[in-house]
């Protein structure tokens, strides 16, 4: 089955649409998200893509990512590849967005305009095996260590999201078993 990106300027307004494969070997901008979810108690839970995915295999990274497809919005189909990836739901808030580029392995290329989502989630969840590996829940203290000492054992676009996501969700003055509660109870 074809697989389809929507395409799009710097301003995320779409001008066409690319078969998901070229469009990361000729590095046109397309449209994509990144999901973020925590536990009550402030934990984030990442995913370690398997290695049969077609770049950044066997990495770590956020909750979830991926594409909408043309006709679909940014919402929907982060429900959906939540559900897909995960294999469970949870109410979503976007955040932020950016873009960015960078060359990855084979010869691909990421150039997204990615808009990032953050949600909340208690439970374990029951991911695909065609799209992750292995998953874990994380302090953001302990992963924040774990990426500064194997940066290559994660994605480019997670480390590049990670603080950002951080000024989301921790508040500076508050405790960090409570800074998560607070800002969804806010949102």
């Known amino acids: 089955m074809r697989e389809e990106v929507i395409l799009v300027n710097e301003r995320d307004e779409q001008v066409g649409v690319g078969e998901k494969l070229a ?3 000729s590095a046109a901008l397309h ?3 990144s999901i973020f979810i925590f536990s009550s ?4 839970l990442l995913q370690k893509r398997t290695i049969t995915k077609y770049h950044s295999k066997g990495l770590w990274s956020n909750t979830c990512c991926g594409h909408p497809r043309p006709g679909e919005t940014i919402e929907a189909a982060s429900r959906r590849r939540l559900f897909e990836e995960m294999g469970f739901q949870c109410e979503i808030k976007k955040v932020f967005s950016f ?8 010869g691909l290329f990421e150039h997204e305009y990615d808009h990032v989502f953050i949600g909340q989630f208690d439970g374990n969840p029951n991911p695909s095996p065609d799209e992750v590996e292995d998953w874990k829940w994380i302090h953001l203290a302990a992963l924040k260590i774990e990426v500064e000492k194997r940066p290559g054992d994660f994605t480019y676009w997670f480390k590049l999201s990670l603080d950002a996501v951080c000024g989301h969700v921790c508040p500076r003055n508050l405790p960090s078993a409570d800074r998560l509660i607070v800002q969804f109870q806010n949102a």
Not at 100 to 106: V, W
């Open 23 to 25: 469009t990361h070997t």
């Open 31 to 33: 449209r994509a998200f």
């Open 41 to 44: 108690g402030g934990k984030l």
């Open 99 to 106: 873009t960015y580029y960078a060359p990855l392995d084979n």
